[in-house]
């Protein structure tokens, strides 16, 4: 049994699985029945001004027969009035000391506006607070979330005014709708903030109904674009944790978000740096009951790896990434197919074939058996054919041993410089940095 | 006719398990494709209650450890019973999905989950805190062991009591090796053991051990036998050479291989799962023709669908509407035919027909082995001893509880199974176990705790 407590910032929570703001933490019914299923924090439903949110709100896009490959949605912040939740949010804490109940918090970029909101909810206990830079719609055409998120200014601004009022950590939710998601991770930190949390939804539409031409989903005839998550979003999101873990300018901690549906993907995220995870979609597909095998699986997966608290994870893989003109360019691996696994359906040649280097050749064997074989002088170890075959562990990618020294990108084109002549080569090495 | 010959390996191969395990890319598409469902059918139609979205769940997300303690956690016999469960009548059969697709494949993702357990030698629960209290549990079946597992669990000191060589009752002796190898029945035993459960093993109470001593010695007792021997048939020739009782004739192809079946014609007197094994067991040693002979038709038989389907593919013959009426032997005492009688199903006002012979219509099959499959008897001596209440060697209990007209002694298991009460199956032996153990629980311990 490993220790799955977490501390984000300040903030403790009995394991490293929250909910992230959204429809499941709407109200405290919702917020205990998580608790009561294990999940180890809330982040409430943002607060702010009150809204009106549409009727028909979300959409999925599904994949090959599985459902919700990713989620699209265009709802706002809460439409219930802010005493209700602050009640709501005190009785929740007090059932729930040692669980993690965070309010998520969006107002006008206006200082006042963000002293006071902070007071409020800071009055009823919460353990810490989220600013929600990052909804993508409706908020931002009023000129908050993403649309403040997007501006590093804006962020480092706000998250200075709800830093002056706040006793509790606040965390920094960004948005991923922006070129480099370092520029607000950034601003957060010079703004104060305790930790960032990210990421909000993507732009996105759905989908549009072939027969009605209308937009999916539509609110009666016509549509807005909208904000994307679920398992789809992972990379994304993965990504832009692990460039905020490896900023030295971002040296704050992280809370995860994106696509997260199990407990591998919470390691994932821990690794690239996240000290705890928030989840919505996958619980919105399941019910709560889905954090049983995170909290079940991570232990398990702690217990193997003979870790004693989830915390040792954090941030283990980060040293790991890095800049592409850091990578070794000679560096060499070739596919391999083992024949006892290969069930022969082709699928190999034929990516290589049409679409990349041509080096998986058809054979047949003396008894007249079908197989396929690489021609790996000439296999740029592209990994195309093992990722489109069916099989696991019908195709390894096996390291060659290179002839040439281990040289990166960067190295090469300061060795060029080092030789004379193209100056032009260490400059430019020099930008990509 | 001729001496027919098997080899040693043809019998090993004949009595391996039949039905492959699932690959890894086969559990991993079809735990996929589970809905995960909220308060889901499949549960409910578990009689253990396995949180079967659960485990299927963490077989999708490769948390295999975590899987196969749900489903143990739930069934002491889990192994087991993924393999001999009639599903299809029960998690299965209750699956959504039977409506818009096919249902998942519920006992072989559970097969798939503890099998990995099996095979990474994982332990995977521990003793509760010793409470002080101790429990005797006579018979080391499922239903003996599912007490135990949970009362260890609870922190008493149990002892099982278990009159033959192994424990695992009918898992480890009854069920036929193809289609439930002894390793799974042993393994789960193991699991027991480890909980610091002593086994003994060798020690039939009412023998080796007295009712008085465990009385004495222990808080409760958990009566968890079986049943036992088939009856006889009450016609001549039932103690010829070559006439068997069919599951001390399973059992011996458990432990050892036999080859006295070989080449033989085998007559299985009988239509119950314990008549199929019996058959499909004599196929497998060589037999030449099994028959089947059954006194009412096939839509009268109390076997499971899958194992009548099991022994057709098999190439069992059933003759139906059949009664043995007389066993004939030659001068040596050997058997050489078996004298039947045809019948006819009359109506009865209980609705089950009942069989009456069509007079003068005898006639003779020519059988090597006769197998008698027709049910089984009750430990009445044992029973009696024990002085709790009975309807002919069923034990009567009260149906939540599972407690005996002695406020110490629990039953459970096939020991209480018959007149309406129970189910002879190996999962509904556990739940029985379970809650037997549960009600122990709350006698000895939870409400000394709340008067305390
Ligand atoms: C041939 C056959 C096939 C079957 N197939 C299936 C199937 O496919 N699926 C299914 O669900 N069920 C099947 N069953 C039924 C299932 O095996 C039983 O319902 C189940 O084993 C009952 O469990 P139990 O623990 O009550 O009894 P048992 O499994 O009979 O265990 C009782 C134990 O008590 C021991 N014992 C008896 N007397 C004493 C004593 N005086 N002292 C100490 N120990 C004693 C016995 O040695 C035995 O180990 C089958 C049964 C048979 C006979
Ligand atoms: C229907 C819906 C409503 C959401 N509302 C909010 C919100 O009010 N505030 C917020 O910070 N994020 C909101 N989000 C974004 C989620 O908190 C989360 O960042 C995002 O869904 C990515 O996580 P996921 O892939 O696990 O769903 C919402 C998401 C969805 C699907
Ligand atoms: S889930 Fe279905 S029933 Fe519930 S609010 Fe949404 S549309 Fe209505
Ligand atoms: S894709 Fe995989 S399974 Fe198919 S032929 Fe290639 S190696 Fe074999
Ligand atoms: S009913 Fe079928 S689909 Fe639903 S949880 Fe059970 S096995 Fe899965």
Not at chain 2, 36 to 56: L, R
Not at chain 2, 135 to 150: D, H, K, T, W
Request: hydrophobic share 40%.
């Amino acid at each position: 049994m490993a220790d799955l407590r977490i501390n984000l910032a300040g903030i403790a929570s009995p394991n490293p699985f929250w909910l992230a703001s959204a429809p499941p933490t709407n109200t405290g019914y919702q917020v205990q029945r998580a608790f009561e299923a294990g999940w180890g924090g809330a982040v409430w439903k943002t607060l702010g001004d009150p809204i009106i949110n549409t009727s028909s709100r979300f959409a999925a896009v599904h994949f090959n027969g599985q459902r919700v490959a990713g989620f699209n949605n265009i709802e706002l912040i809460t439409d219930r009035p802010l005493e209700v939740n602050l009640k709501e949010i005190y009785e929740t804490k007090k059932r729930f000391p040692n669980h993690a109940v965070i309010a998520s918090l969006m107002v006008e970029p206006s200082r006042e506006k963000w002293h006071e909101i902070v007071k409020q909810v800071e009055a009823v206990g919460v353990d810490g607070l989220e600013l929600n830079f990052g909804c993508p719609h409706g908020m931002a055409e009023r000129g908050m979330g993403a649309a403040s998120g997007q501006q590093p200014d804006l962020v480092e601004a706000q998250t200075m005014w709800a830093k002056e009022a706040a006793q509790t950590p606040v965390i920094v939710k960004l948005t991923p709708n922006i070129t480099d998601i370092t520029a607000t991770a950034k601003a957060a930190t010079r703004g104060g903030a305790d930790a960032i949390s990210l990421i909000n939804t993507i732009n996105s539409l759905a989908g549009v109904d072939l027969d009605s031409w209308l937009t999916i989903p539509h609110v009666g005839g016509k549509g807005a674009h909208g904000g994307y998550c679920g398992p789809a979003v992972k990379p994304i999101a993965l990504n832009m944790v692990a460039e905020c873990a490896r900023n030295p300018q971002v040296n704050i901690p992280i809370s995860g978000i994106g696509g997260i549906s199990n407990w591998r993907d919470a390691v994932e995220f821990m690794l690239m740096g996240a000290t705890g995870v928030q989840v919505c979609t996958a619980a919105m597909h399941h019910g709560f009951s889905i954090v049983e095998d995170m909290i079940d699986g991570l232990n398990n997966y702690l217990d193997d790896k003979g870790l004693s608290s989830a915390m040792e994870l954090i941030g283990k893989s980060v040293s790991r990434y890095s800049d592409w003109g850091d990578l070794d360019l000679n560096y060499q691996v070739v596919a391999r197919i083992h024949e006892e696994e290969c069930i022969v359906c082709n699928k190999c040649h034929i990516a290589c074939e049409d679409t990349s280097h041509q080096c998986i050749e058809r054979h047949t064997d003396e008894g007249g058996r079908a197989y396929l074989k690489v021609r790996e002088e000439d296999c740029v170890g592209c990994n195309l054919c093992s990722i489109v075959c069916p099989v696991e562990g019908a195709i390894s990618m096996v390291e060659v041993p290179s002839s040439a020294m281990p040289m990166s990108w960067n190295e090469r084109q300061e060795a060029i410089a080092g030789i004379g002549g193209e100056g032009n080569a260490k400059s430019s090495a020099r930008e990509a940095v | 006719m001729g001496i027919a010959f098997i080899s040693e390996q043809t019998l090993r191969r004949n009595f391996a398990e039949v039905k492959a395990g699932m690959k890894r890319k086969e559990a991993v598409d079809e735990s996929n494709r589970c809905l995960y469902c909220y308060d889901a059918p499949c549960m409910t139609a578990c009689p253990t209650g396995i949180n079967i979205p659960s485990f299927i769940k963490k077989i999708a997300s490769g948390n295999l450890k975590g899987s196969a303690r749900t489903i143990m956690d739930a069934n002491p016999v889990g192994a087991t019973c993924s393999r001999v469960c009639p599903t299809e009548e029960l998690c299965e059969g209750a699956c959504v999905l039977n409506h818009s697709s096919t249902p998942i494949r519920i006992g072989d993702l559970q097969r798939y989950a503890t099998d990995w357990a099996i095979h990474n030698e994982q332990m995977l629960f521990s003793a509760g805190q010793s409470n002080g209290k101790r429990v005797a549990i006579i018979g080391g079946g499922p239903a003996g062991l599912s007490a135990a597992r949970e009362l260890a669990r609870f922190g008493f000191a149990v002892t099982v009591f278990e009159a033959k060589e192994q424990a695992g009752g009918l898992d480890t002796y009854g069920i036929v090796s193809f289609r439930l190898p002894q390793e799974v029945s042993l393994w789960e035993v193991e699991q027991v053991r480890q909980l610091g459960v002593d086994i003994r093993t060798n020690a039939k109470v009412g023998a080796d051990v007295s009712i008085e001593q465990l009385r004495r010695e222990y808080d409760a007792i958990v009566l968890a036998i079986g049943m036992s021997k088939v009856p006889s048939l009450g016609i001549e020739g039932e103690t010829l050479d070559g006439v068997f009782d069919a599951i001390d004739f399973v059992e011996s192809t458990k432990t050892a291989v036999r080859t006295d079946i070989a080449g033989k014609r085998v007559a299985v007197i009988g239509a119950g799962n314990t008549a199929i094994d019996a058959a499909t067991c004599s196929v497998r040693l060589g037999a030449m023709n099994v028959k089947i002979v059954y006194r009412r038709s096939a839509a009268e038989m109390t076997a499971y669908a899958f194992e009548y389907d099991f022994a057709k593919q098999d190439g069992v013959e059933f003759q139906w509407l059949t009664a043995p009426a007389r066993i004939i032997g030659n001068a040596k005492g050997h058997v050489t035919a078996l004298e039947c009688i045809m019948m006819e199903l009359e109506k009865t006002e209980e609705g089950r027909a009942r069989p009456v012979p069509i007079p003068r219509s005898t006639f003779k099959l020519e059988v090597d082995a006769v197998i008698l499959a027709i049910g089984q008897t009750r430990h009445l001596p044992l029973i009696e001893q024990l002085g709790i209440a009975h309807k002919r060697g069923i034990v009567t209990v009260d149906e939540s509880s599972y407690q005996t007209s002695d406020p110490q002694i629990f039953a459970a298991g096939d020991v209480v199974f018959g007149e309406g009460q129970g189910e002879a199956m190996v999962v509904s032996a556990a739940q029985q176990g379970k809650k037997a153990a549960y009600a122990i629980y709350k006698q000895l311990i939870k409400l000394q705790e709340e008067s305390a």
